[in-house]
């Protein structure tokens, strides 16, 4: 989402954005949780680094976001704790 505000001779332009703040490779597991924040711009197996832009926040504040946040794996077992990521197509910029 941009904003535009025109004045004479200078236009600003303003975006909202989702921003990494780690370093490594983005999870499908961390992209779950930030696809219901707003439209994604990467997808998983990229590399992140920090201030990168991941996506469009759907509020009007820009968000810093863990992007390579991994899954806890442990030895426990539970009836639907496993879940199957379902993510949508990442916007091409």
């Known amino acids: 989402m941009c904003y ?9 332009v ?5 921003i990494s703040m780690g370093y490594g490779s983005i999870t499908a597991h961390a992209l779950m949780s930030l696809e219901a ?8 197996g990229l590399e992140s680094y920090d201030g990168m832009i991941i996506g469009e926040h759907s509020r009007d504040t820009d968000l810093d976001v863990n992007s390579v946040r ?4 442990n030895n426990i077992r539970a009836a639907g704790k496993e879940k199957n990521v379902k ?3 990442p916007r091409l910029v």
Not at 4 to 12: G, S
Not at 14 to 18: C, K, L, W
């Open 14 to 18: 303003y975006s909202i954005e989702q």
């Open 37 to 44: 924040r707003g439209i994604l711009f990467v997808s998983p």
């Open 87 to 89: 993510l949508s197509h």
């Open 70 to 73: 991994a899954k806890e794996l």
């Open 4 to 12: 535009v505000i025109f004045q004479p001779d200078v236009i600003f």
